[in-house]
């Protein structure tokens, strides 16, 4: 199956895309009141922040989908 989309179209999109996937990683953030993604991934695994583990896994997901995107943004 082929799609033809316009460029503007599919820039848009992913734009989009971004926003959506920014505002997720800064809602998980503010949640667990720490500014860098990084603390919050390590402070599950430590068990600093308690209950964390299932946002970390999360935060993990949201920011590898946004590296793909990126990459795709990069390439068009």
């Known amino acids: 199956m082929t799609i033809n989309l316009n460029s503007k179209i599919a ?13 997720k990683i800064s809602t998980l953030l503010k949640k667990w009141n720490v500014k860098v993604i990084e603390e919050l991934i390590e402070g599950a695994r430590s068990g600093k922040l308690e209950d964390a583990e299932s946002d970390a896994i999360e935060l993990q997901n949201l920011v590898a989908k946004r590296e ?3 990459k795709l943004n990069q390439s068009m």
């Not at 820039?11 to 505002?23: A, P, R």
């Open 11 to 23: 820039q848009d999109l992913i734009n989009t895309k971004l926003q959506v996937l920014d505002e």
């Open 68 to 70: 793909e995107i990126e």
